[in-house]
């Protein structure tokens, strides 16, 4: 017998709330309740989702924290078991149906299905809000997010009510375009699990780019057509009135230029009225309509022309950036070359299992992250780290999806399946960051929900009360409420924030710095005060030679010769450390006879007769060997520095030392100095070693403030200190500081990518200190670009209104001045994108 899972996923519909900050108040409320894994709240749709365990919660427990907070449920919810099984090894956004019997019934129960689109047609935040709300009307679906600046949709639905198509030819009625994205649709997963997996055609459909670059945009694309077709049917209107040929000839021509250029204007528009809101496409249309209405041809084709003709340009110039940060991230090859048996064979990357062999030539791009077998050959990383110079690659070297093999022949076993890669893990991260909204953008999208409602009721008292009250002509104040219609509409202000926010991460991504959306870029430029953590982020967290000392028997170098020779047999940190001090001095190294590794002492072995030692001061006293009063007060000085000592001798006595500590990374007294170049207030240390140590460390960077020798919960009460005086960044690695990182207003990763991608709001890819100059200088420029934007969209609305007002500009000005705006706001935040680092 076949029980139902313990674990379900729980639909509720939820009446009384009133703002996005209802659902958080809920969201956060239900996270409490025992057994609730997770909970989730739209209050764009007034629907809950709650994933919990039946065994420690029930359905009416749920109900009941909702109704304590104030308010209703709807009890038409839907219960969804979890889903333990697949039908398919995919990587799939959609969970099959399932079936669970007992001894008495068998019942199925449809869970719930994800598809992705990619949104063509856009021009500014309010299509994505269009196309939101027209598609949470449909019966079944359940959840929608479209976001402007990624042009991408994701819809959760119940293919029980509702099919794909459906959603598609909703999105298409609206005036949209809709393409699949590399994410396959529900539909097309299922076909795709049927299919031989070492076949080429797993390889998903690629979006064709838009073609952006030149004239054919215009020629091959819908809206440039439109445009064009108007502009003809205008000209043509303008030359039959200059010969004075009959009027209907006159309106013939303008209203071909009305009809192509205002018809996906209208169309939606007016599901726009359907929908109870108000956006451009519907002020347009009332405008046009009302400019028809009053008998002026001319000016109807004339805005809907300009207005057509700015939009496109908007959609054109957003639409590059959304294209060059495409091709940043367009990097890991479709198919990979295998070795299966005997031979090779080219398939897939999707068909690709972790434990595979990938061979990889000269001048081809790494498919999937993995480990080198075979082989050797320098690989550029700059698509993933930024770094121009190539790295050389060995056997048991780490090589990422995506990077380019230079030079030599690899075999490479993969780590990670291709949905799994690093270069889809920051394509992914990249793709959110994109679309998040920063607070600058959430009080914009606040404002204008406010301020298009108003002007619309003050062009309605403009057209009613001059000629109601005071006699005034009807015509004259009408025109006048058609204008402010026009101006009625925030495209510019709205579209002012997710531009720039598109464009500096874009540039951020090509520099190897990744923003985790745009609260994080905003905050980075206000930051007053940046903490760093010391072990593995000014530090490189390896163990290097400091010093070797003599005591008169040899030299300091045949000390280093003859401990390299010994320590070449080991794999310890401090031997490695110990040998790569040797190499890079040129030493020749010989091989010791009857080598013996001591654990928790050291090593030892044979040059001829004589027996050497390498290790604590627990070797050299087990063998009786006496430290002088001048090798006891030389070990007590490096471990005062915070320094490690190897002790070097023979049986015959002590003949040197050698001091080992973190050393400190390339890079950090460069990072620091452009950083205070930058104007921060406060940097300061913060270490768990000792306080000699910390001040010498922080000295040699160029950093006057440390705090030394604390615990972790000693630096996050550091960092809540140092909040009390402003805006406080942390630097650490995401490995031993993760609670200081949390208890900052923004954190900065240096560590591995995998790690820093789970645990940080920013991502230095390279390791590279000097990056975060970058980042916060990127950030200030974005926070002021986001500025200028907004005062210059207000600024202008409110000259524009004011002169509506009192008949000093038309409707031709007005589309003039809101579309000119539109292309001046996103020609400025687009500037962005060619930020550059402070070495370029």
Same mark, same amino acid.
């Given at each position: 017998?076949?029980q139902t899972?313990? $674990?379900?996923?729980?639909f509720?519909?939820?009446?009384g709330?009133?703002c996005?900050s209802?659902a958080?108040t809920i969201?956060?409320?239900l996270?409490?309740l025992?057994?609730v894994? &997770?909970?989730?709240?739209s209050f764009a749709t007034?629907?809950?989702k709650?994933?919990y #365990?039946?065994? *420690?919660?029930?359905?009416?427990e749920i109900?009941n924290?909702i109704?304590?907070?104030?308010y209703t449920v709807?009890?038409?919810s839907e219960?969804k078991p979890?889903?333990?099984d697949?039908s398919?090894n995919?990587?799939h956004d959609?969970?099959?149906t399932h079936?669970?019997?007992s &001894?008495h019934e068998?019942? &199925? /129960?449809?869970?719930?299905?994800?598809?992705?689109a990619? %949104?063509?047609?856009?021009?500014?935040?309010s299509?994505a809000?269009t196309?939101?709300?027209g598609?949470?009307q %449909?019966v079944?679906?359940l959840?929608v997010?479209?976001?402007?600046?990624t042009e991408k949709?994701?819809?959760?639905?119940?293919p029980?009510q509702?099919d794909?198509e459906?959603i598609?030819?909703?999105v298409?009625?609206l005036?949209?375009?809709?393409?699949?994205t590399?994410e396959?649709s529900?539909?097309q997963?299922?076909?795709?699990c049927?299919?031989?997996q070492?076949?080429d055609?797993?390889?998903?459909?690629q %979006?064709?780019k838009?073609?952006s670059?030149?004239?054919?945009?215009?020629?091959n694309n819908?809206?440039g057509q439109?445009v064009?077709?108007?502009?003809i049917? $205008?000209?043509l209107g303008?030359?039959?009135?200059?010969?004075?040929?009959? *009027?209907?000839?006159?309106?013939?021509?303008y209203?071909?230029?009305?009809?192509?250029?205002?018809?996906?204007i209208?169309? =939606?528009?007016?599901?726009?009225?359907?929908l109870r809101?108000?956006d451009?496409?519907l002020?347009?249309?009332i405008s046009?309509i009302g400019? /028809?209405?009053?008998g002026?041809?001319?000016?109807a084709?004339?805005?809907?022309f300009?207005?057509?003709?700015?939009?496109?340009l908007?959609?054109?110039t957003?639409?590059r950036t959304?294209?060059?940060i495409s091709?940043?991230?367009?990097l890991t090859?479709?198919?990979a070359?295998?070795k299966r048996?005997?031979?090779?064979v080219?398939?897939?990357?999707?068909?690709v299992?972790?434990?595979?062999?990938?061979? *990889?030539?000269?001048?081809?791009r790494?498919?999937l992250?993995?480990?080198?077998v075979?082989?050797?050959?320098?690989?550029?990383l700059?698509p993933?780290?930024?770094?121009?110079?190539?790295? #050389?690659?060995?056997?048991?070297?780490t090589?990422?999806?995506g990077?380019?093999n230079q030079?030599g022949f690899l075999?490479?076993?993969?780590?990670h399946i291709v949905?799994?890669?690093?270069?889809a893990k920051?394509?992914?991260?990249?793709?959110?960051?994109?679309?998040?909204?920063a607070?600058?953008?959430?009080?914009v999208?606040?404002?204008?929900?406010?301020?298009?409602?108003?002007?619309?009721?003050?062009? %309605? +008292?403009i057209?009613? @009360?001059?000629?109601?009250?005071f006699?005034?002509?009807?015509?004259?104040w009408?025109?006048?409420?058609l204008?402010?219609l026009? @101006?009625a509409?925030?495209c =510019?202000l709205?579209?002012?924030t997710p531009v720039?926010?598109?464009?500096a991460?874009? =540039?951020a991504?090509?520099?190897g710095v990744?923003?985790k959306?745009?609260?994080a870029?905003?905050?980075?430029?206000?930051l007053t005060?940046l903490?760093?953590?010391?072990t593995g982020t000014?530090?490189q967290g390896l163990?290097i030679v400091?010093?070797?000392?003599?005591?008169?028997k040899v030299?300091?170098n045949m000390?280093?010769?003859i401990a390299?020779s010994l320590e070449?047999q080991?794999?310890?940190?401090?031997?490695?450390?110990i040998v790569?001090?040797a190499?890079?001095?040129?030493m020749?190294?010989?091989t010791?006879?009857?080598?013996m590794?001591l654990p928790g002492?050291?090593?030892?072995?044979?040059?001829?007769?004589i027996?050497?030692l390498?290790g604590?001061?627990?070797?050299f006293?087990?063998?009786?060997?006496?430290?002088?009063?001048?090798?006891?007060?030389?070990? +007590?000085?490096i471990e005062?520095?915070?320094?490690?000592?190897v002790?070097?001798? +023979?049986? &015959?006595?002590?003949l040197?030392?050698?001091?080992?500590?973190d050393?400190?990374? $390339?890079?950090?007294?460069e990072a620091v100095r452009?950083?205070?170049?930058?104007?921060?207030?406060?940097?300061?240390?913060?270490t768990?070693?000792?306080t000699r140590v910390?001040?010498q460390?922080?000295?040699q960077?160029?950093?006057t403030e440390?705090?030394?020798e604390?615990l972790?919960e000693?630096?996050l009460q550091e @960092?809540?200190?140092m909040r009390?005086?402003?805006?406080v960044g942390m630097?650490g #690695?995401?490995?031993?500081?993760a609670?200081a990182?949390?208890?900052a207003?923004?954190?900065?990763?240096?560590g591995g990518?995998d790690?820093?991608?789970?645990?940080a709001?920013?991502v *230095?890819?390279g390791?590279?200190l000097r990056?975060?100059?970058y980042?916060?200088e990127l950030s200030?420029?974005?926070?002021?670009?986001?500025?200028q934007n907004?005062i210059?969209?207000l600024v202008?609305? +409110?000259?524009?209104?004011l002169?509506g007002?009192?008949g000093f500009?038309?409707?031709?000005?007005?589309?003039?001045a809101?579309?000119?705006?539109?292309?001046?706001?996103t020609?400025?935040g687009?500037r962005?994108?060619k930020?550059?680092?402070?070495?370029?």
């Amino acid at each position: 017998m076949t029980q139902t899972p313990s $674990l379900k996923t729980q639909f509720l519909q939820v009446d009384g709330m009133d703002c996005g900050s209802c659902a958080k108040t809920i969201e956060a409320s239900l996270q409490q309740l025992g057994g609730v894994m &997770e909970a989730s709240v739209s209050f764009a749709t007034a629907k809950v989702k709650v994933f919990y #365990d039946t065994d *420690i919660l029930s359905e009416a427990e749920i109900i009941n924290r909702i109704t304590a907070l104030g308010y209703t449920v709807k009890q038409n919810s839907e219960v969804k078991p979890h889903n333990r099984d697949h039908s398919c090894n995919g990587d799939h956004d959609h969970h099959h149906t399932h079936s669970y019997e007992s &001894e008495h019934e068998h019942f &199925e /129960v449809a869970s719930t299905q994800k598809l992705q689109a990619k %949104i063509g047609g856009m021009d500014c935040g309010s299509c994505a809000k269009t196309v939101e709300v027209g598609l949470q009307q %449909i019966v079944g679906v359940l959840q929608v997010s479209v976001s402007f600046a990624t042009e991408k949709m994701q819809v959760s639905y119940d293919p029980q009510q509702v099919d794909e198509e459906t959603i598609y030819n909703r999105v298409r009625s609206l005036g949209y375009t809709v393409e699949l994205t590399q994410e396959l649709s529900s539909h097309q997963q299922s076909q795709s699990c049927n299919h031989d997996q070492h076949q080429d055609n797993s390889v998903p459909k690629q %979006i064709p780019k838009r073609d952006s670059a030149n004239w054919k945009f215009w020629v091959n694309n819908r809206r440039g057509q439109s445009v064009i077709l108007a502009g003809i049917g $205008l000209v043509l209107g303008l030359v039959a009135q200059y010969l004075a040929l009959p *009027i209907w000839i006159m309106r013939a021509f303008y209203g071909i230029g009305i009809v192509i250029a205002g018809y996906p204007i209208a169309r =939606a528009g007016l599901f726009e009225l359907r929908l109870r809101r108000a956006d451009m496409n519907l002020l347009m249309t009332i405008s046009v309509i009302g400019a /028809v209405i009053l008998g002026d041809w001319f000016e109807a084709a004339l805005v809907l022309f300009l207005f057509s003709l700015g939009t496109t340009l908007q959609v054109f110039t957003f639409g590059r950036t959304r294209n060059a940060i495409s091709a940043l991230m367009d990097l890991t090859p479709p198919t990979a070359t295998v070795k299966r048996g005997n031979k090779e064979v080219t398939v897939g990357v999707e068909s690709v299992q972790v434990g595979e062999i990938l061979t *990889i030539r000269p001048g081809q791009r790494v498919a999937l992250d993995g480990v080198v077998v075979s082989g050797t050959s320098a690989i550029d990383l700059s698509p993933i780290t930024g770094e121009s110079i190539p790295e #050389d690659k060995e056997k048991g070297d780490t090589v990422f999806a995506g990077t380019l093999n230079q030079s030599g022949f690899l075999e490479v076993k993969v780590t990670h399946i291709v949905s799994d890669t690093t270069v889809a893990k920051i394509i992914h991260l990249v793709e959110s960051a994109q679309g998040s909204r920063a607070p600058s953008q959430q009080w914009v999208d606040r404002f204008a929900e406010v301020y298009t409602p108003i002007v619309i009721l003050m062009a %309605i +008292a403009i057209t009613l @009360i001059p000629p109601l009250a005071f006699a005034q002509p009807f015509n004259v104040w009408f025109y006048r409420a058609l204008v402010m219609l026009v @101006i009625a509409c925030p495209c =510019a202000l709205v579209i002012s924030t997710p531009v720039s926010i598109v464009s500096a991460i874009g =540039a951020a991504t090509r520099h190897g710095v990744l923003f985790k959306g745009g609260n994080a870029l905003e905050t980075a430029g206000h930051l007053t005060t940046l903490a760093f953590d010391k072990t593995g982020t000014i530090t490189q967290g390896l163990p290097i030679v400091q010093k070797v000392y003599d005591f008169g028997k040899v030299s300091a170098n045949m000390v280093l010769q003859i401990a390299a020779s010994l320590e070449q047999q080991s794999e310890h940190p401090l031997s490695k450390a110990i040998v790569a001090k040797a190499q890079e001095q040129k030493m020749e190294l010989e091989t010791p006879m009857n080598f013996m590794a001591l654990p928790g002492k050291g090593i030892q072995a044979n040059f001829g007769e004589i027996l050497y030692l390498v290790g604590n001061r627990r070797l050299f006293s087990d063998q009786g060997i006496l430290l002088s009063d001048e090798a006891e007060s030389l070990l +007590a000085e490096i471990e005062q520095l915070g320094q490690i000592p190897v002790l070097v001798g +023979a049986k &015959e006595g002590l003949l040197g030392a050698i001091s080992l500590s973190d050393g400190i990374r $390339l890079e950090a007294t460069e990072a620091v100095r452009q950083l205070k170049r930058l104007g921060l207030k406060r940097l300061v240390m913060l270490t768990g070693d000792r306080t000699r140590v910390a001040g010498q460390i922080a000295q040699q960077v160029g950093i006057t403030e440390y705090r030394a020798e604390l615990l972790p919960e000693d630096k996050l009460q550091e @960092i809540q200190q140092m909040r009390r005086d402003g805006v406080v960044g942390m630097v650490g #690695d995401g490995i031993n500081d993760a609670p200081a990182l949390a208890a900052a207003d923004i954190s900065f990763a240096v560590g591995g990518i995998d790690i820093a991608l789970e645990t940080a709001d920013v991502v *230095i890819v390279g390791n590279d200190l000097r990056r975060l100059a970058y980042a916060v200088e990127l950030s200030r420029r974005t926070v002021s670009v986001i500025q200028q934007n907004v005062i210059f969209s207000l600024v202008t609305k +409110a000259l524009f209104l004011l002169l509506g007002t009192f008949g000093f500009v038309g409707l031709a000005v007005a589309v003039l001045a809101d579309t000119g705006t539109s292309l001046l706001v996103t020609a400025n935040g687009m500037r962005l994108f060619k930020t550059r680092t402070f070495d370029d």
